[in-house]
């Protein structure tokens, strides 16, 4: 359980660190600034997160390790881990005086996160 529970962190760690470097590389192609409403970013970054969910629901058509005693326990802890990587990553660059996206916070990560693993596990019950 444990090791599912981390498997799936770092997987989507690794994930929103590679979108994270495509929405920055794409902000700064096209010479934009702004980073628009927050609302906005937050329904961008749920389509991103779920859409990687089914991508990788389609990959890898199992889970990796049996289901967990508690159903769902990837949507507190995943979520709660992830946003705390991305919120030390945006400080970094904050820190680097680069423009951090709406991805590099705490939010960001922990909404893409959530749903990545609700996707996941609506897909791939039992």
Partial sequence: MLAELLIEIVFQIVLEIIAELGFTSARAAFGRTNQGHPAWAGV??????????????????????????????????????????????????????RTRSRLATFWGGALFAFSFSLVRLLLLPE
């Fill in 44 to 97: 961008g970054i749920a389509l991103v997160g779920s859409a990687a969910g089914a991508l990788t629901a389609w990959l890898v058509p199992h889970r990796v390790l049996p289901r967990p005693p508690v159903a769902g326990l990837s949507l507190v802890i995943g979520p709660l881990a992830v946003g705390g990587v991305m919120h030390l990553l945006g400080r970094v660059e904050a820190k680097n005086d």
